[in-house]
């Protein structure tokens, strides 16, 4: 199964929702690009990862170096939708340390919101 990748605005937030796997090759250089073209315009994203049924090491370092980009260039993603076996993965290699990770969508949205203030 490929990614499909679906980008919306929600209250001038970037929504990047992701269905399939974040594995190495297409899935993961089209899910930086779609990244890139968002950051282009954004500086505050949400990543839905609740579609995402597999990501392998190539996947997460797509994740952190999209992530590191984005912080360089003064933009914000947060993750969201995030499985038990990638909140595992995370906490195992300390990048949940790294990544804000939200329950929900409306979470991750509200966060902006706090952090604006």
């Known amino acids: 199964m490929s990614l499909k990748v679906e980008t919306r605005e929600v ?20 899910l930086r690009e779609t990244l890139k073209k968002v950051l282009a315009s954004s500086r505050q994203i949400v ?6 049924d597999y990501i ?8 952190v170096g999209v992530y590191s980009s984005a912080r360089a260039g003064g933009a914000d993603i947060k993750l969201t939708g995030v499985g038990q076996r990638l909140r ?13 990770v939200y329950d929900t969508e409306q979470e991750a949205l509200a966060s902006f919101d706090r952090s604006r203030k």
């Open 56 to 63: 392998d090491s190539s996947g997460l370092g797509t994740l």
């Open 88 to 100: 595992d993965v995370l906490q195992i290699t300390k990048l949940v340390t790294v990544f804000e």
């Open 47 to 52: 990543l839905n990862l609740a579609g995402v």
């Open 11 to 30: 209250n001038g937030i970037s929504v990047v929702t992701c269905h399939g796997r974040i594995v190495l090759g297409e899935e993961a250089a089209g």
